[in-house]
């Protein structure tokens, strides 16, 4: 009996623990971070993790983080300034040149240079990285006014490949987000007639998975939302190769697709359940 009592009291101090870390007015938004490794991962959620305040969970393969944050205490800018002047490009800031400089050469992440830009070579006040930086978000605004949406959708397909309906759900709503931002009258011609037309059912396809955080209705919207982000992904000629990848027995058996930056099949259908049933049926590049 007084082990039983022992462990209760261990599982209710535990539970109180997990409860107690849970961020008060939490807000969650995903963010493209440039970095390579272990080192760079431990570096960029140091920088942004502060206690009560934020936690930052980077993933290196997809170079994108999810970001949790009170909303009452701190801001997205905020924790990705922290980040930038670590030494690491992301969404909001670019690095100071001499902070990057002396990253591990392991860390020192490919295109730096040309991503930070002719004035990022001096240590910046805030004011002034939040200037440049909005002018180079410009310039890759025009260069491919989709790659944020499609970064938010690879975040969105890790998330149901893990079968986590939580940050498929917060995924989804950074997506619709990068969505409505998109200037579509700055997209090629070609792109932007494929973007109209696909407009409204990527809208409706994410409000429903951001909605719910069951991840069966997630997975039967994700089916169509990939099918519609293939069809533009396709035509704007991706910055690295994508490949689309098929599973016979998704969706009750009439197949379902979905697009990777890994070749390695990944199913977010049916996740660790049968994690490599499918295959990679087109490589979509430049």
Known sequence: MTLIKSTVIWLVALATMVCSAQLKNQKTLSAKIHGNCEKC??????????????????????????????????????????????????????????????????????????????????????????????????????THLLSTVFDNYFVLKDALVNSDGITASASAKSLLRTIKDVQMEKLPTDVHMVWMKVLKPLEQDIGHIAATENINRQRVHFASLSRNIYEVLKISKPEVPVYYQYCPMASDGKGANWLSKEEIVKNPYYGSVMLSCGQTVETIKQ
Request: hydrophobic share 30%.
């Open 41 to 142: 991962e431990s570096t960029i959620e140091n920088a942004g993790d502060i206690k009560d305040q934020s936690d930052v969970d980077w993933n290196k393969e997809t170079k994108m983080a999810m970001i949790s944050f009170d909303s009452l205490k701190t801001s997205i800018d905020e924790i990705l300034k922290r980040i930038a002047l670590a030494g690491y490009n992301n969404d909001i800031f670019l690095a100071p040149t001499d902070t990057y400089s002396r990253l591990p050469g392991c860390c020192q992440y490919k295109g730096a240079v040309k991503a930070r830009g002719k004035s990022a070579g001096f240590n910046m006040d805030s004011e002034t990285l939040d200037h440049v930086y909005s002018n180079q978000k410009m310039v890759r605004q025009e």
